[in-house]
Nanobody, 126 residues
Framework: QVQLVESGGGLVQAGGSLRLSCAAS????????MGWFRQAPGKGREFVAA????????YLGDSVKGRGTISRDNSKNTMYLQMNTLKPEDTAVYYC???????????????????WGQGTQVTVSS
């Protein structure tokens, strides 16, 4: 069983920045990709970013391109999402997820995620 715990969310003013973290523990697979998704009230889940096991390859959703950076530190089993120039429309619960790294991006979100965290709330005030 894999446990994922997100942190770093909170209330921030528009134009500000946040760094979200996702710590994985438990029976993590040997090579797993990680990703971020978000869900705003009344909306479906939206892909934010994904990163391969080695961290050499990353993908950003259209909503955060140019404003977000995804990274990971496998020595700490932790993934990060740095978001800059935040907008009120970034307000959502942000979830991290892990899944097998098949070596390429395929489908929505790139990987077949099979473990999900509980989410962290990000609220951007105007």
């Amino acid at each position: 069983q894999v446990q994922l715990v997100e942190s770093g969310g909170g209330l921030v003013q528009a134009g500000g920045s946040l760094r979200l973290s996702c710590a994985a523990s438990g029976r993590t697979a040997s090579n797993y990709a990680m990703g971020w998704f978000r869900q705003a009230p009344g909306k479906g889940r939206e892909f934010v970013a994904a990163i391969s096991w080695t961290g050499d390859t990353s993908y950003l959703g259209d909503s955060v391109k140019g404003r977000g950076t995804i990274s990971r530190d496998n020595s700490k089993n932790t993934m990060y999402l740095q978001m800059n120039t935040l907008k009120p429309e970034d307000t959502a619960v942000y979830y991290c997820a892990t899944g097998p790294d098949n070596g390429y991006c395929s489908g929505y979100g790139c990987y077949a995620y099979d473990n999900w965290g509980q989410g962290t709330q990000v609220t951007v005030s105007s």
